[in-house]
C-alpha cells in the first residue's frame, strides 16, 4: 500500500518564518511577506502537484480566506491536485453543501476532499452567528453528515432533527465520485461522530505513542458502528540533506518569535475549549526550552500557532525514518506544510519522497511508468532548491 501524502496552502500568507493564526489563535488579517494570491497559491499547487502530493489542504476561519472560494479558483490552474476543503457544517445548510460538492465534483472532474470542522472556540462561531454550545456543535455535524451522505446516496430526505429540519430535500445531480470525508476531533463527541461518518479520521502530529492510543480508540467506536475508517496525520515538516542543516533552520524559525507574540498566542491558545488544542499546548508548556518531544518531533511552531503545532525536523533519512514509525502504528496519509510553502515542498518532495519510494512505501500517483530517481541517481544529477 502506497502511503499519501498531502501539501497545505497557506491562505493567510507565506514567509520565510512562521504566519500566525490557526485553530482558536487570535484572529489578525493574512500576513506574512507572500500574500495569499490565487498566483502564489497556484505556484504550490502546480508544485505539489508535480511532486507526487495527492491533494493540498486549506483552512478555514476568520484568519484566512475562504477555502470553497480561493480552492474553486486554484484548481482551474491544476489538473490533477485534489483540494482538501475544510468546512465548518454549521454555516451553510446541508443540502446547500451537498450541492456544492456535486458541482464541486463536476466542475474540476472528481478533485474535492471534504475536511469536516465542527468549530473548537464558541466565540469564533458567535461571530458567525452560531450560539450553539460545543456539544451541541458536535451533534449537529452528525445530523449535517446524514442529511448530505442521504443526498448523495441519491435520497429524497426528511429529517426533523434537535438542529437541522429539512423536507423533501434532493439532488438533482450527484457528486461523482462521492467526495470522501476527513475528519478531527480529540473529544468523546467528536469519536462518535468520526466513527459513524468519516473516511478519514485526522489528528495533529502526537508523538507516536499518543497517536497509537487515538487509533485504537476510533477504530473501537467505528468497529461499534460496522465500520472501518483511514487515518491521517497533519504535521509541519522542515527536511534538509542533512540533520544539522534541519535544526539551523528550526532555530532560525524560533529566533525570529516576538517573546511578546509568543505570551499573547499562548494565553489565547489557553483559552481554547478544544482538547486537541490543549494535547498541542501541553507538548511544549509555553517553553522555549526542550521541543523536541520525540526524536526529530518538533513543538515550537505551535508557540506562535494554533491548531497544528509540531513539525518532522531532520535530515531526509530521518524525517523519512519517523514517516515510517508512524505508519507502523497505523497512520497511511500524511498533510505537510513548511515555511515557506513552495520551496519546502520541494525540500520534502525531491529529498524525503525517493527515500520512501526506494522503502516501498510510496509511488507517485500521477506517474504510471516513470517514477522518481533512486536517491543515488537524484543526487548525482540534480542540484538543492
Known sequence: MSLTFHWFLPTNGDSRHVVGGGHGAPVTAAGGDRPPTVGYLTQIARAAEHLGFVGALTPTGAWCEDAWLTTAMVSQNTERLKFLVAFRPGFVSP?????????????????????????????????YGDFLDKDARYARTGEFLSIVRDLWDGKTVDLAGEHLRVEDAKLTRLPDPVPQIYFGGSSPAAGQVAARHAEVYLTWGEPPAQ??????????????????????????????????????????????????TVRAVQTGLGRSESEGQQRMLALHGGSLDNLEIHPNLWAGIGLVRGGAGTALVGSHAEVAERIAEYHSVGIDEFIFSGYPHLEEAY???????????????????????????????????SGRP
Request: proline share 4%; no cysteine; glycine share 10%.
Open 347 to 381: 525540500w520534502f518532495g525531491e529529498g524525503v519522497l525517493p527515500l520512501l519510494h526506494d522503502r516501498g512505501l510510496w509511488s507517485h500517483p500521477f506517474r504510471t511508468q516513470t517514477q522518481p530517481p533512486t536517491v543515488q541517481a537524484r543526487f548525482a544529477t
Open 211 to 260: 497517536v497509537a492510543r487515538k487509533i485504537a480508540w476510533i477504530r473501537s467506536l467505528a468497529a461499534e458502528q460496522g465500520r472501518t475508517v483511514r487515518f491521517g496525520i497533519r504535521l509541519h515538516v522542515i527536511t534538509r540533506d542533512t540533520s544539522d542543516q534541519a535544526w539551523a533552520e528550526a532555530r532560525r524559525l524560533l529566533d525570529g518569535f516576538d517573546p511578546e
Open 95 to 127: 443540502t446547500l453543501a451537498a450541492q456544492m460538492a456535486s458541482t464541486y465534483q463536476r466542475q474540476t472532474g472528481g478533485r474535492l476532499l471534504l475536511n469536516v470542522v465542527t468549530g473548537g472556540e464558541s466565540h469564533e462561531q458567535r461571530g
